[in-house]
């Protein structure tokens, strides 16, 4: 595996650009953080002709790309064995070649959506005493505790400090983070990472158990929509794996652009 430097970031680029939504992750961490500065790395593997894949590091978390369905999974697995890995995700069908070399973890199906636009026809209101707005870095605390006390997040906020420093990259990489407060209290959350000048990942969304039903999460997700579409990004991207949640998404604006992979 070859290691690349900031010299490498035009022919990273072009690589990745076919495929603009399943490369989101990989265009922004390296537009606004660059190729080999902390916490981004990443390395490719040369091929017969040009690369046979790329990965990128974030943190102790991996995503894995190539243009060939049939790279060398087997090499893609050795170099990730020999290093502390989070979690290894990418596109389903690339990921399904390399899962079997790691049969101790789970691999997780979501679907990948993308919106231009949000839905005129949806409302979104949050409803009478709840208040919408974006959060900034003095509601780190409030949205980690909302964050680790739900289930579905339980694997990713566990109580340890580099949480803090990956909830605040959110802010220092130029994303945006809407959160919904009732009665003064943070109730429903969602942010962006990975954000370009032409697009951002929306991700972290949650809603308290208790307070669920109400339309929170919706709210939040099509403020926090229209104001990175105000700031001139051309589309957003999400996962979800949750049908009744899809059919939300689908009434902002969101449609399915394929599946995405995650191995934990």
């Known amino acids: 595996m070859l290691r690349c430097t900031e010299t490498d970031r035009a022919v990273i680029l072009a690589y990745i650009a076919a495929e603009p939504e399943i490369n989101l992750f990989i265009?922004?961490?390296?537009?606004?953080?660059?190729?080999?500065?902390?916490?981004?790395?990443?390395?490719?593997?040369?091929?017969?002709?040009?690369?046979?894949?790329?990965i990128l590091q974030y943190f102790d978390s991996y995503i894995l790309y190539s243009q060939n369905l049939d790279y060398d999974a087997e090499a893609a697995a050795e170099f990730l064995r020999g290093r502390k890995v989070e979690g290894i995700s990418g596109k389903k069908e690339l990921l399904d070649r390399l899962a079997p070399y790691f049969p101790e973890k789970t691999c997780r199906l979501t679907y990948m959506s993308r919106c231009n636009a949000v839905d005129p026809a949806f409302g979104g209101k949050a409803g009478a005493g709840v208040q919408v707005r974006e959060l900034g870095p003095e509601d780190?605390?409030?949205?980690?505790?909302?964050?680790?006390?739900?289930?579905?997040f339980s694997q990713t906020y566990r109580g340890e400090e580099q949480e803090r420093e990956q909830l605040a990259q959110c802010w220092k990489c130029g994303g945006m983070m809407m959160g919904a407060f009732r009665n003064g209290r943070l109730v429903s959350t969602a942010q962006t990472t990975a954000a370009s000048s032409r697009s951002a990942m929306v991700v972290g969304v949650a809603t308290c158990p208790e307070?669920?039903?109400?339309?929170?999460?919706?709210?939040?997700?099509?403020e926090l929509c229209r104001r990175s579409f105000a700031q001139g990004r051309e589309f957003l991207c999400l996962f979800y794996d949750n049908p009744a949640a899809g059919r939300i998404y689908h009434r902002i604006g969101f449609s399915e652009v394929g599946g995405w992979s995650m191995m934990n």
Not at 36 to 51: F, T
Not at 140 to 151: C, K, S
């Open 211 to 222: 307070e669920r039903g109400h339309g929170y999460a919706s709210a939040v997700v099509a």
């Open 27 to 54: 265009y922004g961490d390296v537009e606004t953080v660059g190729v080999d500065k902390a916490p981004v790395q990443v390395w490719v593997e040369p091929g017969p002709e040009g690369w046979d894949f790329l």
């Open 140 to 152: 780190l605390d409030e949205t980690l505790d909302l964050l680790r006390g739900i289930e579905e």
